[in-house]
């Protein structure tokens, strides 16, 4: 009996408690949930109060005598797709603006810095018509909701963001290539304010360029923010330009074109050191080295523009051809001496047996002798002697070539206007 009168008291406090815990809950709730939809109301009002009477078709300070200023940053992830064939680059970038609009102007919140708008408040809002000028083709992102951000802050400066990735056009000077260093731009533009209405100014810190952003043939070298306004119909157009330097990187054509290149033509040398009389095999490495070469030639142009100018690699290419070439017709000339010397050795046989028949077998010989030291021999030393000088003549013309053509399109600074 006492133990049930226990267990009831025991039940009867557990209740209790938890009638307490849920009063006391259902009292903070309400608390709670008025201050979040005070919260949302008050920022509800302001949105509701600042957009009623807003045109956004029209640019801020319009019937004033100073234009909207507009600062502008790229925060640029990568660059890459670079092509010489279509003279483009493909670089993907945040373009954030920032420019102040008084009719935005609102009471400052508590623990509220801006007013952060979504995709679909940001239409009813003015944004400069910032376009890229020397694009040809972009797209903005979208995945997985539209990739762009605008802050409003107490004072009516803005903050918009977007994210976009473009293929830009980039007049490419390859005289130098693959040795060359380009310099490529970002054209940046107001298409339909005049200058009177609207400025385009590079912000203080005008670049933020990813930490992980590496390009596969390319250094990347220094950013520079430069003013390119623009004049069109009599009227002056905003226009900021962020310029940086591509510096090829030398590793893959060494690997690709140079060093191959050079053991086809060391390859085509051999031929000095085989037999004159060796016809089928200097024919057949002469032939070899002259249809590799060509061979490798067309393939390392295969990804260049048609261009009327000489490029670094036609030059390299073209030498590389001659000289193996040059190594086949020395085969052909040495053939042809060889060839003759055996025409005036036979020629001389038959005039010497001619002479013996007419002679007594003493002068015999004589006259053999007589003729072959003074007809057969120099043509001979002839032959075998072009081929001993152009073991040295070669390698050393060879060696001048490299000297000259490495020197010349390291140091050499060509004048890119010269081109266009």
Known sequence: ???????????????????????????????????????????QKVLDALLKDYDSRIPPNYEDDFPVEVEV???????????ET??????????RQIWRDDRLIYKKLPRLRSLEL??????KVWVPDLFLANEKAAHFHIVTVPNKLMHIYPDGKILYSVRVTATLKCNMDLRKYPLDTQECSVFM???AYSTENLNFNWNSIPVIKDPMLILPQFYLGEFHALRCDKQYHELNYTCVELRFELMRSLGYYMTQVYIPSILIVILSWLSFWLDKDAVPARISLGLLTVLTMTTQSAGARASLPKVSYAKGIDVWMAACLIFVFAALIEFAYVNVLSRVQKRHRKDMTEKANHEIKENNAVNRDVVIRKGIFNMFLPSEDKARTLDRISRSVFPLSFGVFNLIYWLVYIFWVPD?????
């Open 1 to 43: 009996m006492k133990w049930s009168i226990f267990q009831m008291l025991s039940h009867v406090f557990i209740i209790v408690a938890f009638s307490i815990n849920i009063a006391s809950t259902s009292t903070t709730s309400p608390m709670a949930l008025s201050a979040t939809t005070t919260t949302k109301s008050e920022r």
């Open 73 to 83: 940053q790229l925060h640029i992830t990568n660059i890459d797709s670079i092509s």
């Open 86 to 95: 279509n003279m483009e680059f493909t670089f993907g970038a945040f373009i």
């Open 118 to 123: 979504d995709s679909k408040f940001m239409d």
């Open 189 to 191: 533009e107001s298409y």
């Open 416 to 420: 890119r206007d010269s081109i266009h």
